[in-house]
């Protein structure tokens, strides 16, 4: 017990003196520190307003030869999808073609003259749309759309000529969304920005702190103090770590306060959780500082992890449509587990025996970066 306690006092001992020139350091840089804080709550903004996977109000232009009520009937069934709205009424295909190519319409909705009359008749009634494909997400949105109100529209005439009230459809389909109910996009985007940006915070504030002692020469003087690599390890660590934990809770009350995203789970296990990546992150950020040679190939280091993180940890693309390989690289990246983390406390509500299994490799992770970092430190300091 005493031999513990001899190697912890001796392993850590002087790691408060680094930390406090860490604190001075990063409180004289008052400009980095404030855009460390706030450049992320811009970028929330911009992504929770301006960032949406959903194809909504899509500019329309519609040539209505027919002008009777079965087309007006189903231009305003198209209408109250919300994809569609109509900026222009033209009068001509040619016209349609030139607001399409020039940008002012993605989209063009053609009525023939017989339209009522096939209708009446049972008769095919055909209706075109042209649409933009330049934006394949946008293209495919507008055709379903399209052809799913078409094929409502058939069946309600339909069920009208076979009098639907005498008779009970045979199947009857109903969903029940048990999360994210509105299907709005911003829930599901801005828990995972949150798990990005807390990554980039930590990542950037520490990525150049043993860099920079290099540059300026003051590394040669903690070789030469009777600080462990372990201490000094924990020194730098804290400072940044309590700077990312601020930062990543002001994120989450912007979600919660500005884009009314509810956290249905446990708060203390979210918090627990953040401050697991936090020291994930961070151990990142000191294992390519340890690695680096200059600020430029740190920097270099730092989006070699970054953009990884951004296209296979499913923070945007999920990750069950990726090719097999794409995906088992996917468990290297410790913003996977967390994202798995954060979004089932925050939209599923779930628990620690729902979490186990993501929290716990996010904890080796910690374990095994902090051994790297300072067994690399090690061996530059030899």
Request: with cysteine; net charge neutral; aromatic share 10%.
């Amino acid at each position: 017990m005493n031999s513990f306690k001899t190697w912890l006092t001796n392993t850590f001992w002087g790691y408060h003196a680094v930390m406090v020139k860490e604190w001075i350091e990063i409180l004289n840089d008052k400009f980095t520190l404030g855009v460390i804080l706030t450049v992320p709550i811009l970028q929330m903004i911009i992504y929770g307003f301006g960032v949406s996977y959903e194809v909504r109000k899509v500019p329309t232009v519609v040539l209505d030869e027919d002008r009777r009520p079965q087309s007006q009937i189903l231009l305003d069934e198209l209408l109250s999808t919300d994809y569609f709205s109509i900026t222009k009424k033209v009068h001509s295909r040619e016209e349609i073609e030139r607001e399409i190519v020039s940008g002012r319409a993605r989209c063009g909705i053609i009525f023939p003259p017989n339209f009522s009359d096939h209708v009446a008749r049972d008769v095919p009634a055909q209706v075109q749309v042209l649409i933009d494909g330049s934006d394949s997400t946008v293209a495919n949105s507008i055709a379903q759309a399209s052809i799913a109100v078409g094929q409502n529209r058939s069946i309600q005439i339909l069920n009208d000529k076979i009098q639907q009230r005498l008779f009970e459809n045979p199947i009857d389909v109903r969903t029940r969304m048990l999360f994210n109910p509105d299907v709005r996009t911003t829930n599901f985007i801005l828990p995972g920005l949150v798990g990005f940006m807390a990554q980039t915070i930590t990542l950037f504030l520490t990525v150049n702190s043993i860099v920079r002692e290099r540059e300026v020469g003051t590394l040669e003087q903690l070789f030469v103090t009777p600080v462990k690599p372990l201490g000094l390890m924990v020194g730098k660590l804290i400072p940044y770590g309590v700077i990312g934990f601020i930062g990543t809770n002001l994120l989450l009350a912007a979600m919660y306060l500005v884009f009314r995203v509810p956290i249905n789970g446990n708060i203390l296990l979210l918090e627990g959780c953040i401050v697991i990546f936090v020291f994930v992150a961070l151990s990142i950020g000191i294992l390519i500082s340890a690695a680096s040679t200059n600020q430029a190939q740190a920097m270099h280091l730092a989006s070699f992890v970054l953009i990884p993180s951004v296209l296979l940890s499913g923070f945007i693309f999920p990750r069950e449509s990726m090719p097999l390989l794409l995906n088992w690289l996917g468990y290297t990246i410790p913003l996977t587990y967390f994202l798995q983390i954060q979004r089932g406390i925050v939209l599923r509500g779930a628990g620690l025996e729902d979490l186990w299994q993501w929290i716990l490799p996010l904890f080796a992770f910690g374990i095994i970066l902090i051994y790297l970092s300072v067994k690399r430190f090690r061996s530059a300091v030899g």
